[in-house]
């Protein structure tokens, strides 16, 4: 069965969660949760999405994402495979991380009601998990959890976490005062988990984010309907809306290359006359992969380096090597 096409579109809200395979741990330590941030900020800076709340579970993750171009599919294949590799490497397995779809429930973006909504169900997850004790201990008290970022100045925040938005829902200012307000909001609404009626009246609220498709009025439901019904299926299921996304990154990273060109002092036309593992190809592969979300395949052929594996190692002696020319191209591909 064709699996239903995402709807994309440029400032979308999503309420992202995806789970372990078959129920199993996606963190086994601090040291995973530390990577799965690290590669959070690395999706932020390679898609432009502002990051607006998350926590970490054992074998979950839940986020409020916001994406100003419609490219929430794409950063999402980059992002899980990116953290599912870097697991793996690190406790020497192999296979999937995550059980199947990661699922996204769409928000409409217009009602503050909504982003309040969803992050107070993210950052309460800890606390409805029994991680949190409220006879001794606070909401805050759960770290792998964007909610003690929001109640900190923000010099101790992640640089890539957004609060701005979530603080105007609630009609709080980033600043003490408000802080102190959110803090003490969330304090109140956890309290209410703890009685079986308060918990009932909150299964009710977030229904739908946990099991809907989309959070809005009648109005946005039908205005998205009318969206999916103009995504058109190719006869092997594949939405052509997922086209339309690689095509728009390949457009990005063509704009890039062509910068990078200039920068290295090289034309077009003479590509393919360098050596697959000339320097200015590897770092050029390099610079491409670590600003969009292009298949290293893709790079392999449009640069003429070969096989992706080939710019996969390419790639891979880019990171490593810290000095020299190699460092000296990242530092002429990074100017302006």
């Known amino acids: 069965m064709a699996r239903r096409p995402r709807i994309e579109y440029e400032g979308t809200l999503y309420h992202v969660m995806s789970r372990g395979d078959h129920g199993e741990p996606i963190f086994k330590d601090d040291a995973d949760r530390e990577t799965f941030l690290r590669t959070v900020g690395e999706v932020k800076e390679r898609t432009g999405w502002l990051i607006h709340a998350y926590v970490l579970m054992r074998n979950h993750f839940h986020a409020l994402v916001e994406t100003p171009e419609a490219n929430l599919v794409a950063g999402m294949k980059w992002f899980l495979g990116t953290y599912t590799q870097r697991y793996n490497v690190r406790h020497g397995v192999r296979g999937h991380l995550f059980q199947g779809r990661y699922k996204a429930v769409i928000m409409d973006e217009d009602e503050d009601g909504y982003t309040q909504r969803v992050s107070d169900y993210i950052h309460l997850n800890p606390v409805r998990a029994g991680r949190v004790d409220l006879r001794n201990q606070c909401v805050k008290d759960y770290s792998w959890s964007s909610f003690p970022e929001y109640v900190s100045t923000p010099r101790r925040r992640n640089r890539w976490l957004t609060t701005s938005r979530v603080y105007a829902a609630l009609a709080l ?110 770092v050029l592969a390099w610079y491409v992969s670590s600003k969009t979300t292009v298949s290293q395949r893709w790079i392999g052929e449009r640069l003429h380096m070969g096989s992706r594996g080939t710019v996969s190692n390419a790639i891979w002696k880019v990171r490593r090597e810290g000095q020299g020319r190699s460092r000296r191209l990242q530092r002429m591909l990074e100017s302006q």
């Open 173 to 282: 200012k980033d600043d003490r005062g408000g802080r102190r307000a959110y803090e003490e909001y969330m304090e109140e609404r956890a309290k209410v988990a703890l009685t079986k009626k308060g918990r009932c009246l909150q299964d009710a609220e977030w229904k739908a984010i946990r099991r809907g498709w989309c959070l809005g009025g009648k109005e946005y439901k039908e205005r998205l309907l009318e969206m999916l019904d103009e995504l058109i299926l190719d006869a092997s299921g594949e939405a052509y809306v997922g086209q339309a996304v690689r095509e728009h990154g390949e457009r990005a990273a063509d704009v890039l290359i062509g910068e990078g060109l200039k920068k290295l002092g090289l034309k077009e036309s003479g590509l393919e006359l360098l050596p697959k593992s000339d320097p200015r190809k590897s």
